[in-house]
């Protein structure tokens, strides 16, 4: 299996390379060359195996034999052996035909957890391999951060810087990452919202020379291909249990940055039966407007209550449009140049593409609300505000009521009490037993201003020997 940029002007890796690579050398990202597809027989051959079993079938076409099977799957069972859920992903029923899939299991309560305790491993997995020490540098909106800091804090080989927005990310969020005492750990909040994160992180990945002679930046956002292979697992796990390959199933997906759905996309087009893939957005809309409109243009950043989707320039979107463009390197860097004078204008065929495979929704705050106040009356669930965006897009975005819709729980409620608050509830979510004294642990971060030179002296300065 190799790996090919986006931008088609970066060398071709095979997956070890693809996964320390992280962004590919020309600013693209790194995709499968071809992808494998499951037959219809096969899939269903796979009915009531274990999450961790599944996980091994699917990932193991994309390793390709460069880890042995035996590595393969202790990684994948020390990954998922820290989630409080035998299922791992279990999936509750909220109405009709209408199913909420946990993804909040893992140890830091959202999905970010199904990727990056992988990516952690099978980073550490090639670092003692080669006798090799990286940087982990990350941008985080909130969820990933935490999620990567769980994944890299005990390997000897990694430093992981994680750049947050400066108070735009949730106390429970932020306490999440800056609790974490090891020294390879590194929280820095920066003065801008998450676009300033991820940008200078990219910037940062096309020029590494801030860096000591020896080290390089390796990445954990979800612009790493590990990250969206893992995630590919549970739309085929979510599809099994409601009867898939033998019926179709649709999927509601809150979504800022589009790698969580973009690996929906992938199942879709390795054999997994899918009906609709919904994108569900929060006023940061910039999905839903091109989607709809054609509109791809970036607009003034909203502070919101669902902050993980507090995302205007969407890195895992760029993998799609490949696909929209017949998988044209060159289409794609002229695309993404236009960009960055703040808009573009898709082709129609590529905006025919996009909306073959893809229903877009948006919906602000005070709707976002209501929805988790009536969803608890009706059930006793409680919904996160991202989730909760995600059960009215599958609301209102649904073609049919007799095809299962699974709305994917990206987060755990307990990391938004500002919003459950304004849901009616008189007392926060209660947060899990292994995190009841996180409000009492030690923090330890930097605030910077949003200057590269500022933040790449930091890491620079912070580097174990």
Not at 70 to 75: F, G, Q, Y
Not at 101 to 110: R, S
Not at 235 to 249: D, E, I, N, Q, T
Request: hydrophobic share 40%.
């Amino acid at each position: 299996m190799k790996y090919i940029s986006t931008r088609g002007d970066a060398p071709t890796l095979n997956f070890e390379e693809a996964v320390l690579a992280g962004l590919a050398t020309d600013g693209g990202l790194y995709v499968p060359e071809s992808l494998p597809k499951f037959s219809h027989e096969e899939i269903a051959s796979w009915a009531g195996l274990s999450y961790q079993e599944l996980a091994f079938n699917i990932m193991s076409p994309f390793v390709d034999g460069e880890i042995s099977d035996s590595d393969l799957k202790a990684i994948i069972e020390k990954a998922y052996s820290s989630f409080r859920h035998d299922a791992i992903a279990p999936l509750v029923q909220t109405a009709h035909n209408e199913w909420i899939l946990e993804l909040f299991q893992g140890p830091t309560l959202a999905f970010k957890d199904f990727a990056l305790q992988v990516l952690g491993l099978l980073l550490d997995h090639f670092l003692v391999k080669r006798d090799q020490k990286v940087v982990v540098m990350g941008a985080t909106s909130g969820d990933t951060g935490s999620a990567a800091i769980e994944g890299c804090r005990h390997s000897n080989n990694i430093d992981i810087f994680i750049l947050h927005p400066h108070k735009r990310v949730s106390d429970v969020q932020r306490k999440q990452m800056t609790s974490v005492m090891a020294d390879n750990v590194f929280n820095i909040a920066l003065e801008g919202n998450f676009d300033d994160c991820q940008n200078m992180v990219k910037a940062s990945f096309r020029d590494q020379s801030f860096l000591p002679d020896g080290r390089q930046l390796a990445a954990v956002n979800s612009i790493n291909w590990a990250r969206i292979m893992s995630q590919i697992v549970y739309y085929f796990y979510a599809s099994l249990a409601l009867g898939g390959p033998h019926r179709k199933v649709s999927f509601s997906v809150p979504t800022g940055n589009f790698g969580d759905i973009f690996a929906g996309y992938l199942a879709k087009k390795m054999g997994l039966p899918i009906d609709q893939l919904i994108i569900a957005t929060n006023s940061n809309d910039i999905l839903h407007r091109c989607v709809a409109n054609n509109d791809h243009s970036k607009q003034a950043l909203n502070h919101s209550l669902s902050p993980s989707m507090d995302i205007m320039v969407s890195s895992n979107f760029e993998r799609l449009l490949f696909d929209a463009y017949d998988r044209s390197g060159a289409a794609i860097k002229q695309l993404m140049e236009e960009f960055t004078s703040g808009s573009i204008t898709l082709s129609d065929e590529a905006l025919a593409n996009v909306r073959e495979n893809f229903t877009s929704y948006r919906l602000d705050d005070g709707d976002m609300v209501q929805v988790i106040t009536d969803v608890f009356e009706s059930t006793g669930y409680l919904l996160d505000p991202h989730t909760a965006i995600g059960v009215d897009a599958a609301r209102k975005s649904r073609t049919s009521t007799s095809t299962p819709m699974v709305c994917l729980a990206t987060a755990h409620p307990a990391k938004f009490p500002e919003a459950i608050r304004q849901s009616g509830q008189t007392e926060d979510p209660a947060l899990p037993h292994h995190m009841a004294d996180l409000f009492d642990r030690e923090e330890k971060y930097m605030v910077l201003n949003n200057d590269i030179q500022a933040v790449q002296a930091f890491v620079k300065e912070n580097i174990n020997d």
